[in-house]
């Protein structure tokens, strides 16, 4: 069974930090892509942040480059998402996301989400 489970989530003032936590299992995590996407209230769902398997290739959104680190520890089927600087805008539900692209067929999973709110 697929299980990808975030944590680390809460309420932090605007110029704070959180650090998101994805534990998964029921798949091989190291053949996967992983990417950590959000929500905002009335907004579609965005890409954050993207590593890929080997953990080399990491690319971010715009608007949180510089802030945002992305990374994963392919022994222990996680990946994590420090976020610095937050502001009232890093508000959404963070999804954690796996992702096996092949010629045939893409794979993806998701977590449940955890919820990040920057207010004063």
């Known amino acids: 069974q697929v299980q990808l489970v975030e944590s680390g989530g809460g309420l932090v003032q605007p110029g704070g930090s959180l650090r998101l936590s994805c534990a998964t299992s029921g798949f091989t995590f190291g053949s996967y892509a992983m990417n950590w996407y959000r929500q905002a209230p009335g907004k579609d769902r965005e890409l954050v942040a993207t590593i890929n398997s080997a953990g080399v290739d990491i690319k971010y959104k715009d608007s949180v480059k510089g802030r945002f680190t992305i990374s994963r520890d392919n022994a222990k089927n996680t990946v994590h998402l420090q976020m610095t600087s937050l502001k009232p805008e890093d508000t959404a539900v963070y999804y954690c996301?796996?992702?096996?692209?092949?010629?045939?067929?893409?794979?993806?999973?998701w977590g449940q989400g955890t919820q990040v709110t920057v207010s004063s």
């Open positions: 996301n796996a992702k096996l692209e092949s010629w045939i067929s893409t794979r993806n999973y």
